[in-house]
């Protein structure tokens, strides 16, 4: 079983639709949670960041985790055609490696 | 500077030959990561480095590849040998606590 699971999409919503992508996750022991955005041919960017459970927002973005249920989520709410991209989840505790997700595609259509 | 840089940003390469990446990471961050990544996929871990140590290399996939980071500032992963299927975006992250800030990456291509 993979650390990090996340459904790859691709996911193609029309603009101004809510987005809503998932991760899970195996291992117990994580304690932060991070999602990036990821463009074509570029490094992934630093979205939003939680620690432990409970909802975090910025801006049209909110980031939740329940780690009762080992899940994550990231909303978007009135997505724009700007917002296409790749995001990845990814999650650590301190002193260990970072896992990521494969990334989501995610398509906003004018 | 402001965040974390690779040089260089393509490198095209011939089996056989060895090839150096190099990374600079944010001013002040102890901790740094190497991954790889491929078409569609997320980052694969190769090493991990806290200060000049390599706290974690786990990842690296057999010993063609090897990093440093002597100072505990700019590292190197150096590829020995290089093989096709080693032809992929190769991407560095620094950390200074809580959570990682990754470079633009170096798009490698074997021929």
């Known amino acids: 079983q993979k650390e990090v699971e996340q459904d790859p999409g691709p996911l193609s919503v029309p603009e101004g639709a809510i987005v809503s992508l998932n991760c899970t996750y195996s291992n117990s022991a994580f304690q932060y949670f991070m999602w990036y955005r990821q463009y074509s041919r570029k490094g992934p960017e630093l979205l939003m960041y939680?620690?432990?459970?409970g909802n975090k927002e910025d801006g049209r973005f909110t980031a939740q985790v329940d780690k009762s249920s080992k899940y994550i989520s990231l909303f978007i709410r009135d997505s724009q055609p700007s917002d296409s991209a790749t995001y990845l989840c990814a999650m650590w505790s301190t002193g260990n490696q970072f896992y990521f997700g494969t990334g989501t595609s995610l398509t906003v259509i004018p | 500077g402001a965040g974390v840089s690779q040089t260089p940003s393509n490198k095209v390469t011939e089996k056989g030959k060895y090839v150096e990446l190099r990374c600079d990471p944010i001013?002040?961050?102890?901790?740094l990561y190497w991954y790889r990544q491929s078409l569609g996929q997320g980052p694969e871990f190769l090493i991990y480095?806290?200060?000049?140590?390599?706290?974690?290399d786990s990842g690296l996939p057999n010993d063609r590849f090897f990093a440093v980071r002597p100072e505990g500032s700019v590292s190197t992963l150096k590829i020995q040998r290089t093989e096709r299927g080693d032809s992929a975006v190769y991407l560095c992250?620094?950390?200074?606590?809580?959570?990682?800030?990754f470079g633009p990456g170096t798009r490698l291509t074997v021929l």
């Open positions: 992250a620094s950390s200074g606590g809580d959570t990682q800030y």
């Open positions: 480095f806290q200060g000049t140590g390599a706290a974690d």
């Open positions: 001013s002040g961050h102890t901790a």
């Open positions: 939680t620690y432990s459970s």
